[in-house]
């Protein structure tokens, strides 16, 4: 199975402020079309995960411009340009490279 | 907008089957692929494996000799079914409808269902 691994596993963050989580995974997720096989989610608190990015930098439908994923083959990282209160919750990386799909253990990003 | 609701008992006795069902409302269950996922404190978000509207599945290899998918097309759901479970199996289990292109992310979740496993 491919591991994920994301950093922090912790974020507090001043509102307005941006942040970075990582996320790094043990096998490439760069297929020969180009494209990296890396979704993002948030879980709200007491809410099921929602879809935020989708092919390490697409932004679902309706996901505020403030969001953005970037990386390439091992390595991703998605971006809050500037954090707002309701961002608060747990992020994960997933890849979608191959079966089984696998989750990054989760960043619980805190309002400071 | 697609909803998707999970049901079934929220208690099982170890060595028992644990049975879950989706419906899918606001949509059409076919031509998408669609998941289950639990998730644990201690292991978090695990995928179960997924089942397409043409009855093709697909496993996690950790439960594949325990679990089964499969889905109904005139009722609009679809349901799963996991063996000879233990206390590992505690869980809170969502269903989820795959996107139908790129990666096939997870677009749609049901707000979760708690399965204890205790006797």
């Known amino acids: 199975d491919i591991v994920m691994t994301q950093s922090p596993l912790s974020l507090p963050v001043t509102p307005g402020e941006p942040a970075s989580i990582s996320c790094r995974s043990s096998q490439s997720l760069l297929r020969s079309n180009g494209n990296n096989y890396l979704d993002w989610y948030l879980q709200k608190p007491g809410r099921s995960p929602q879809l935020l990015i989708h092919l390490g930098s697409n932004r679902a439908s309706g996901v505020p411009d403030r969001f953005s994923g970037s990386g390439s083959g091992t390595d991703f990282t998605l971006k809050i340009s500037r954090v707002e209160a309701e961002d608060v919750g747990v992020y994960y990386c997933m890849q979608a490279q191959q079966s089984p799909r696998t989750f990054g253990q989760g960043t619980k990003l805190e309002i400071k | 907008q697609v909803q998707l609701q999970e049901s079934g008992p929220g208690l099982v006795k170890p060595s028992e089957t644990l049975s879950l069902t989706c419906t899918v409302s606001?949509?059409?269950?076919?031509?998408?692929?669609w998941s289950w996922i639990r998730q644990t404190p201690g292991k978090g978000l695990e995928w179960i494996g997924f089942?397409?509207?043409?009855?093709?599945?697909d496993y996690n290899p950790s439960l594949r000799s325990r679990v089964s998918l499969s889905l109904d097309t005139s009722n609009n759901h679809f349901s799963l079914r996991l063996i000879s479970v233990t206390a590992a199996d505690t869980a809170v289990y969502f269903c989820?409808?795959?996107?139908?292109?790129?990666?096939?992310?997870?677009?749609?979740w049901g707000q979760g269902t708690l399965v204890t496993v205790s006797s």
């Open positions: 989820a409808r795959h996107y139908n292109s790129g990666s096939f992310p997870l677009d749609y």
């Open positions: 089942v397409h509207s043409t009855g093709n599945t």
């Open positions: 606001g949509g059409s269950i076919r031509g998408y692929f």
